[in-house]
């Protein structure tokens, strides 16, 4: 894989100037990107910018959607966006970890592997260069261990962790076929026996695992003495606690307070999905966005109210009765009769508006991932870790590929005479 762009990772005392920049930032326009246009009729910094909060108003739903992505690319914005953009995206520049491609492996490897994910399990397995080779490695919620097979494919030992008796059962069987000697463990990592799977001589890797499941790695890597680690993480959101809770001292300083809808914004980046998909998201959140504006009259309140996750199948109902008997299910009042064709293209106006109000927000989603990835790259700092953060792939195979790579040195013992 060459290389996409010229900077290099962050290591050393850039780790914490990177981060304390982005925390000036991130504190500094709060107020622009904690508040989520789903829930807010009117947002609150409306009132400070109103030509901005009108311009995004105005624009179409496929003007959102090509957006998206890119939100700092917009053109044409009015004051403070583009100056909004241009910081976001000077903070958020980071380089390519350097990538020595290991030898072609037989297809056999990639069978029952999606082709992005493959890939990404390719980009990932060459960019782990470390000073000393690993000899045992560690796939962390491993699920069938494609990516600790490939590691280990010229003959290091591997463990395969995976609480999903299935994967375990299949991923041995995997392994088997494929001539490679590991062993597949079903484990939770969260439990409190998790441990007696870590050791020091253990090379841990976690491609994509979720919130306190990375968490879990470094924290259980560090105790237990591991020379070399590597996380490319995932679902900050995904935690038990029901705020942020910060790893590094320097984050533990920082005035941010983060909630699970914060952690959730760097997840909101999509990749390229098909059209059948696409089209079935928009008609769930105008739906759900038309029901907001039914509820807020049926309640007499003003205020959003949430609503659980739908099955696909509510989707093939006549709109009408999607709204009736979404209020059965939360318990309101029966929706009187009305127009409701005129409710549903509200519905599907307040959507554009909402996509395109959420480009403001865009702009602090990779700021803000990259502040969390950075707390976590000092943290390992504190533990007494060598660290390097970059990006392993492209963002097109996905949006989540910056990789965290920790390395302690290792002390030779000598006996004197």
């Known amino acids: 894989m060459t290389a996409y762009n010229c900077l290099p990772p962050l290591s050393g005392d850039a780790l914490l100037q990177r981060f304390q920049a982005l925390d000036g930032f991130l504190v500094a326009h709060q107020a622009l990107w904690k508040p989520r246009p789903f829930t807010h009729q009117t947002l609150p910094w409306e009132s400070q910018h109103p030509e901005l909060a009108a311009w995004l108003r105005s624009r179409t739903l496929e003007q959102a959607e090509a957006s998206h992505n890119q939100p700092a690319a917009l053109d044409g914005a009015p004051a403070p966006f583009p100056e909004l953009a241009l910081q976001a ?36 397995s060459d960019s782990l260069q470390f000073a000393q080779t690993p000899q045992h490695w560690l796939d962390w919620c491993a699920g069938k261990g494609h990516l600790g097979r490939v590691l280990a494919h010229e003959g290091q030992q591997l463990t395969c962790l995976e609480y999903d008796p299935a994967l375990v059962a299949n991923g041995a069987e995997l392994s088997k076929r494929l001539g490679i000697t590991a062993q597949h463990i079903e484990q939770d990592v969260l439990a409190d026996n998790a441990s007696q799977h870590m050791h020091a001589a253990h090379s841990p890797v976690a491609l994509h695992a979720c919130g306190d499941l990375h968490v879990r790695l470094m924290h259980l890597a560090s105790a237990a003495g591991c020379h070399q680690l590597a996380i490319a993480p995932c679902c900050y959101n995904r935690t038990v606690a029901s705020t942020y809770q910060a790893l590094s001292t320097a984050a533990q300083d920082s005035i941010l307070s983060l909630s699970l809808d914060d952690l959730a914004l760097p997840m909101s980046e999509t990749v390229t999905a098909g059209n059948r998909v696409r089209l079935q998201r928009d008609q769930s959140m105008a739906w759900r966005l038309a029901f907001d504006l039914l509820q807020r009259e049926l309640r007499g309140v003003d205020d959003y109210l949430p609503t659980p996750s739908l099955p696909p199948v509510w989707l093939k109902k006549d709109f009408t009765d999607y709204c009736r008997d979404l209020a059965e299910l939360k318990r309101l009042p029966t929706p009187s009769e009305r127009d409701w064709h005129r409710l549903e293209t509200a519905g599907w106006q307040r959507l554009a508006e909402v996509r395109n109000l959420e480009l403001l927000r865009g702009l602090f989603r990779r700021p803000l991932e990259l502040w969390l990835v950075l707390d976590r790259a000092l943290y390992l700092q504190e533990q007494g870790y060598e660290v390097r953060l970059g990006q392993f792939c492209p963002p097109h195979l996905t949006p989540r590929n910056l990789l965290l790579l920790a390395e302690r040195a290792q002390v030779a013992h000598t006996i004197c005479g």
């Open 89 to 124: 995206e000077r903070l958020s520049q980071i380089g390519d970890l350097p990538q020595q491609p290991s030898p072609d492996l037989p297809p056999r490897f990639s069978v029952d592997v999606p082709g992005r994910k493959w890939q990404q399990i390719r980009a990932f």
